[in-house]
């Protein structure tokens, strides 16, 4: 079974850039799709982004769109988050999932899709 762990949150003022990284072991990481969730104190995790297992096919939040990237290396075992012109709203726990799927395009923004979680990575944009 795949495990994740997140890396590269941090404080950054509004404006700046960050990018997350979320390393899997134990599992075979191509055969998931994975996404990228976020939890502000006090809100509900809510989606942020989702690429396939291939890389191919990706969907973003409205509220990230053409400000977030999000990408794949299955040769690293890796899943990025490029988080460009940061705002305070973005200030949240970031998450990486992983969801066991056959199809090489799946994508999904639903939480209850996705099998395995990390720990997060506190990302704090300051005004």
């Known amino acids: 079974q795949v495990q994740l762990v997140e890396s590269g949150g941090g404080l950054v003022q509004a404006g700046g850039s960050l990018r997350l990284s979320c390393s899997a072991s134990?599992?075979?990481?191509?055969?998931?799709?994975m996404g990228w969730f976020r939890q502000a104190p006090g809100k509900e995790r809510e989606f942020v982004a989702a690429?396939?297992?291939?890389?191919?096919?990706?969907e973003y939040a409205d509220s990230v769109k053409g400000r977030f990237t999000i990408s794949r290396d299955n040769a690293k075992n890796t899943v990025y988050l490029r988080m460009n012109s940061l705002k305070p709203e973005d200030t949240a726990v970031y998450y990486c999932a992983a969801a066991a799927v056959s199809s090489p395009r799946y994508t999904s923004p639903r939480r209850n899709e996705y099998d395995l979680w990390g720990q997060g990575t506190q990302v704090t944009v300051s005004s």
């Open positions: 134990g599992g075979t990481f191509s055969s998931y799709a």
């Open positions: 690429i396939s297992r291939n890389g191919m096919f990706i």
